[in-house]
């Protein structure tokens, strides 16, 4: 296994969809980094040789941000938001969706586990 970025990519799949395992690259810039390294996408990973290994390393390592810096940047800039108290910095404190989803019905998985009124009313009563 190629180990790329901090992450080890599986052999048996082809190139393209492999370095889609490393965080902050998808398909496209998987596509554009094999076409700029001269690699066909329809390799698989066990074929590759050193020396691409290497091309992509070096291509990842100089044009991309992956990995720990860009959470570290999603992060930072999150906490902007919150900093200057923007709509959605709001949004992210009180753990709300922050792009126009809507609350009433969905967000389960943002808003956590549904708090039943009956339950905290026998809480209440004990």
């Known amino acids: 296994m190629p180990r790329i970025a901090g992450v ?15 965080y902050g ?7 554009d980094i094999l076409t700029s390294a001269n690699i066909d996408p329809n390799t698989k990973t066990k074929d590759l ?3 691409d290994v290497s091309k992509i390393r070096q291509y990842i390592e100089s044009d991309c941000l992956v990995e720990g810096e860009l959470r570290v ?7 902007r938001l919150s ?4 709509y959605r910095g ?4 009180k753990k709300l969706p922050s792009r126009g989803q809507r609350t009433k019905s969905n967000a389960r ?5 549904k ?4 339950a905290k009313k026998k809480l209440a009563a004990k």
């Open 8 to 22: 080890d990519i599986p052999d048996n799949k082809r190139v393209d969809i492999s370095l889609t395992y490393i």
């Open 73 to 79: 940047e999603i992060q930072n800039n999150i906490k």
């Open 49 to 51: 040789t050193d020396s």
């Open 83 to 86: 900093d200057i108290n923007s």
């Open 109 to 113: 998985t943002r808003r956590g586990k």
């Open 25 to 31: 690259i998808g398909p496209k810039i998987s596509k």
């Open 115 to 118: 708090g039943l009124a009956i």
């Open 90 to 93: 709001v949004r992210h404190r």
